[in-house]
């Protein structure tokens, strides 16, 4: 994806940020290498894999530590090299090929920051790496087991992956502005594709409509859309998409994102036909969620947001009638989680699923779940600068609702009800927040929406 296809800030604003955050980049790396004992760190960007006795690639997916510091995300067999005092020396390997098209000349903003040295084949990479730094114990080499330099192989160490994961948690300005930047292509995208809904398109129809509104191939897809009618949405992570259009579409949950320069938008609405109790639970969520949102606060514990997620979906169980069971009963006895079974959200940034959301410090020190919810994907504070999603969830999940069947509070579930909604799947409705140091969050996913007039 280029910038000139996109709504990012003006070049000089995005240099400007992109020079503060390869210093913090740079201050960050000096102290996880103090930690570690090593001299210097080596990034791989990754290596092209293939399937089992094929010569067909998977989609390449870049190593998060080395998009980290370039906006590069198709491009393997290319290394960093980070030493402390020093500018950091960018091997990129640029194959003479014509099978494929190979990466651009390095261009762009970026290039000013880093030695450039272009190679023709990943092995020539060892040639560019100072002899001083190839004795053992010298080298932090971080990437996966089979991005090798010869006898040089990633060794990821413990201590230097905590403390860079760790400080990922708070994101620098220039990534809070590719952030809202992949919000506002994914918001463009949910609005083209609940168009498509709208007019009885197919799941595989609505997908194409997402990816032509936002500007994406298929690969470039921070993760694969969640695009579910009907039924469906209540498969949590449904990875189907039919080609033929339903009889009658009666609901869409779309989780869908974009990406800028390798960062991740992670966003989900939901829409139904105007059936009127369905939009009754539309209505109710919206207003759960946007509650949920306002708690993301510096110094909130994000469990303590997991477990208000619990109490508002037994508050809009009760509300509704589904269930004839006062909140604190519900949670209690774990009935909001036959409806609401995932955890509230998680970090966002180089990955959807950011790493460091369940660390306590920069030693690697964790923080455990709440008992009973062992889907929840962060345990954190939140600190300004970090960047999470607020997701809660309402589904009528017909193994779990055939478990509740066969329990005393059967009684009381209103059954008739539950059947009617089951014909929706279910609800989620997910912002993408930044916690900001003093008042209300900055609310990515809403203020993207916003710019289109929703």
């Known amino acids: 994806m280029t910038d000139a296809r996109?709504?990012?800030?003006?070049?000089?604003?995005?240099?400007?940020?992109?020079?503060?955050?390869?210093?913090?980049?740079?201050?960050?790396?000096?102290?996880?290498?103090?930690?570690?004992?090593?001299?210097?760190?080596?990034i791989a960007s990754g290596v092209e894999k293939f399937a089992f006795l094929d010569d067909r690639p998977y989609v390449f997916q870049a190593n998060p530590h080395f998009k980290a510091w370039l906006p590069l995300t198709q491009h393997p067999d290319s290394w960093l090299l980070v030493r402390p005092g020093h500018k950091p020396r960018?091997?990129?390997?640029?194959?003479?090929?014509?099978?494929?098209?190979?990466?651009?000349?390095?261009?762009?903003?970026?290039?000013?920051?880093?030695?450039?040295?272009?190679?023709?084949?990943?092995?020539?990479?060892?040639?560019?790496?100072p002899a001083a730094l190839l004795g053992a114990g010298r080298l932090a080499i971080v990437g996966e087991a089979d991005a090798a330099l010869g006898d040089f192989v990633?060794?990821?160490?413990?201590?230097?992956?905590?403390?860079?994961?760790?400080?990922?948690?708070a994101k620098t300005g220039y990534e809070l502005e590719r952030l809202r930047e992949a919000s506002r292509l994914?918001?463009?995208?949910?609005?083209?594709?609940?168009?498509?809904?709208?007019?009885?398109?197919?799941?595989?129809?609505?997908?194409?409509?997402?990816?032509?509104?936002?500007?994406?191939?298929?690969?470039?897809?921070?993760?694969?859309?969640?695009?579910?009618?009907?039924?469906?949405?209540?498969?949590?992570h449904y990875q189907y998409q039919?080609?033929?259009?339903?009889?009658?579409?009666?609901?869409?949950?779309?989780d869908a994102g974009a990406q800028s320069g390798g960062y991740a938008?992670?966003?989900?609405?939901?829409?139904?036909?105007?059936?009127?109790?369905?939009?009754?639970?539309?209505?109710?969520?919206?207003?759960?969620?946007?509650?949920?949102?306002?708690?993301?606060?510096?110094?909130?514990?994000?469990?303590?947001?997991?477990?208000?997620?619990?109490?508002?979906?037994?508050?809009?169980?009760?509300?509704?009638?589904?269930?004839?069971?006062?909140?604190?009963?519900?949670?209690?006895?774990?009935?909001?989680?036959?409806?609401?079974?995932h955890g509230i959200g998680h970090l966002l940034g180089l990955q959807v699923h950011d790493v460091g959301g369940f660390m306590a410090d920069e030693t690697g020190t964790l923080l455990p779940r709440p008992e009973g919810h062992p889907y929840l994907r962060m345990t954190r504070r939140l600190q300004p600068g970090m960047v999470v999603t607020i997701e809660p969830g309402l589904y009528f999940i017909p193994m779990l609702l055939?478990?509740?069947?066969?329990?005393?509070?059967?009684?009381?579930?209103?059954?008739?009800?539950?059947r009617h909604l089951s014909a929706f799947g279910g609800v989620r409705i997910e912002d993408d927040v930044v916690c900001r140091a003093d008042g209300a969050p900055e609310n990515l996913t809403r203020d993207a929406f916003a710019r289109l007039g929703d």
């Not at 390997?93 to 990943?122: K, M, N, S, T």
């Not at 039919?242 to 779309?254: F, I």
């Open 6 to 42: 996109s709504d990012l800030s003006p070049a000089a604003d995005l240099a400007a940020l992109y020079t503060d955050h390869i210093a913090q980049l740079q201050a960050r790396s000096a102290h996880a290498l103090g930690l570690s004992g090593h001299e210097a760190l080596l």
């Open 154 to 169: 990633p060794n990821n160490p413990k201590a230097l992956l905590d403390a860079l994961h760790f400080a990922r948690g």
């Open 186 to 236: 994914g918001a463009r995208a949910h609005r083209a594709a609940h168009a498509a809904f709208r007019a009885g398109a197919s799941e595989a129809q609505i997908h194409r409509a997402y990816l032509e509104a936002c500007g994406h191939a298929e690969r470039e897809l921070p993760y694969a859309n969640i695009v579910g009618l009907n039924e469906h949405a209540a498969v949590l």
């Open 242 to 254: 039919d080609l033929t259009p339903p009889a009658q579409s009666r609901s869409l949950l779309l």
């Open 402 to 418: 055939e478990r509740l069947r066969a329990r005393p509070e059967s009684a009381q579930v209103d059954w008739a009800l539950v």
């Open 265 to 341: 938008s992670d966003i989900t609405r939901t829409w139904g036909n105007g059936d009127p109790a369905f939009q009754t639970l539309l209505d109710e969520m919206e207003a759960a969620q946007l509650r949920l949102v306002d708690r993301v606060r510096a110094g909130t514990d994000y469990r303590d947001i997991h477990l208000a997620a619990h109490a508002e979906v037994a508050g809009v169980l009760r509300r509704l009638g589904i269930v004839a069971m006062d909140e604190e009963a519900q949670v209690a006895g774990g009935i909001s989680a036959v409806f609401f079974p």
């Open 90 to 129: 960018l091997i990129y390997c640029q194959p003479e090929d014509y099978w494929h098209v190979p990466p651009q000349a390095p261009a762009g903003f970026w290039v000013e920051h880093f030695e450039l040295i272009v190679v023709r084949r990943p092995e020539q990479a060892l040639e560019h790496l």
